[in-house]
Structures are given as structure tokens and as C-alpha cells.
């Protein structure tokens, strides 16, 4: 049962992992330089609901289209890689999680300089800093198989950690997509990477 469980949920690792990156990525993007494409779809979708061009419920569907569309495209390219060398497998499906932490704070590290000004000293970004160090840092000791905080706490410090992330954007007014779908994937992608870790070591004490 353990051993299905834990297939079933590296399964669901991979969908979320694809999906956090992709999501990650369009945002950065959407901050910076938009896609043509994106700009073009989103026209094209208010314009089939009859909203002005500039509408941000098509921008809203463009961007999630997008992202599903690279999330695909992701999560493709991975099977592929697994297929092909399968030793990958493993590695990627425990290490994948701290991949999908760290992956929003990148972003907004990427882009900082188009949504902030004047330029930010270096004590508005030890907070940040901090908390990327210190999320790092628990998932290295989560792996480790030295956890001994209790999951319940580990849980509210992933709501925490993507909450904290996702209100950088939203505080600054930078970001038109409802803010909250990016904390969130990032959310379930880390806790069904830190299920998968645990029913793994669950697998190996029988």
C-alpha cells in the first residue's frame, strides 16, 4: 500500500513540479518583457467575450493558458529525461521539492529591478535573504531523515514560506494576475514533494 502510495504521489510531484516552474517563469516574463503571444491571446479571448481589448479577464485566461501550455511542455521534457536515463528518476523526485521552493524567491530576485524603485538597499533584502536560507535550510534537514519538527509546523511554515513570497509581488502592485495562484501551486507542489519524501521513508522502515 505504501509503495503505491508513494508511485501516486511522485506522479502528482511531477504535474505540480511542472506546473510551479512554468507558473514561475510567466510571471517573470509577464514582469519584464510579456510574450507577444500572450498579449495576442489575451485580445483574442476578450474579443470572443466581447470585453475591451485591454480587459484583464483575457489577460487573466492568456497567462493561465500559457503557463498550463509550459507546464506541459515541462512535464513532457522530464518523462523524457526520466525515460532516458532512469537513475535520474530518483534524484529528481527528492531533490524536485527544494527546486519548487526556491523557485518563486527566484523570480522575484529576477525581476526586483523592474518592480521596485528606487533601488533596494542591502537591509530590504536581508528579510528575504533570510527566508530563503532558512527554507533551504529545513528541506536539506528534512531529507536528511533528522526532521524533528512536528509535521503540523512544517506545513504552516510552507504556508507561510509562499504566502511571504506571493505577497512581495502583490505589495507592489506589480503583478495583474490574481496573486494568489502562484503561492498556492508552489504551496501544493512542496507539500506533495515532502509527502513523497516521507512515505519513502516510511517505505524503507518496513
Not at 96 to 116: D, E, H, Q, T
Request: proline share 5%; hydrophobic share 55%; glycine share 8%.
Amino acid at each position: 500500500m505504501d509503495k503505491n502510495l508513494r508511485k501516486y504521489l511522485g506522479s502528482i510531484h511531477e504535474v505540480l513540479f511542472s506546473l510551479n516552474i512554468a507558473f514561475a517563469f510567466i510571471l517573470k516574463q509577464s514582469l519584464t518583457s510579456p510574450f507577444f503571444l500572450e498579449l495576442r491571446l489575451q485580445y483574442r479571448i476578450n474579443g470572443y467575450l466581447n470585453l475591451p481589448a485591454h480587459n484583464n479577464t483575457g489577460g487573466y485566461l492568456a497567462t493561465a493558458a500559457l503557463a498550463v501550455g509550459l507546464a506541459l511542455c515541462i512535464f513532457l521534457g522530464l518523462q523524457f529525461l526520466l525515460y532516458v536515463n532512469a537513475s535520474l528518476t530518483t534524484g529528481f523526485l527528492r531533490f524536485g521539492g527544494v527546486v519548487s521552493l526556491v523557485a518563486l524567491p527566484a523570480c522575484w530576485f529576477y525581476v526586483l529591478p523592474a518592480i521596485r524603485r528606487p533601488p533596494i538597499g542591502i537591509e530590504s533584502l536581508a528579510l528575504p535573504v533570510a527566508e530563503v536560507v532558512i527554507a533551504v535550510a529545513l528541506a536539506v534537514l528534512y531529507l536528511s531523515a533528522k526532521w524533528w519538527i512536528p509535521d503540523s509546523v512544517g506545513v504552516v511554515f510552507l504556508v507561510l514560506h509562499n504566502w511571504f513570497w506571493g505577497r512581495q509581488f502583490f505589495e507592489r502592485g506589480s503583478i495583474y494576475f490574481p496573486w494568489l495562484i502562484f503561492p498556492l501551486v508552489g504551496f501544493l507542489s512542496s507539500l506533495v514533494w515532502a509527502m513523497y519524501v516521507a512515505s519513502g521513508q516510511r517505505v524503507a522502515a518496513l
